[in-house]
């Protein structure tokens, strides 16, 4: 993944993936707005979305991390 810039913007449980719902762990930001994914669709667009993307916030190796 090319390098990208740093995000201010923080994942909680309450966002939600735009593709089916579920907790969401990365931030995809465009120019045009920001999509949010969970773990499953995330890697299934990944190279898609590291094309275009001006920068990602990626938080999976949160998934099943115990608070």
């Known amino acids: ?3 990208l810039l740093i995000s201010k913007r923080e994942l909680n449980v309450s966002d939600r ?3 089916c719902g ?3 762990f990365v931030i995809a ?3 045009s707005g920001d999509l949010l994914f969970c773990g499953h ?3 299934k667009f990944e190279k898609k979305i590291a094309k275009t993307a001006i920068n990602i ?3 999976r190796k949160t998934i ?3 608070p």
């Open 1 to 3: 993944m090319s390098s």
């Open 17 to 19: 993936c735009d593709s």
């Open 22 to 24: 579920a907790q969401a």
């Open 29 to 31: 930001e465009f120019t």
């Open 41 to 43: 669709h995330f890697n």
């Open 57 to 59: 916030v990626d938080s």
């Open 64 to 66: 099943n991390a115990k």
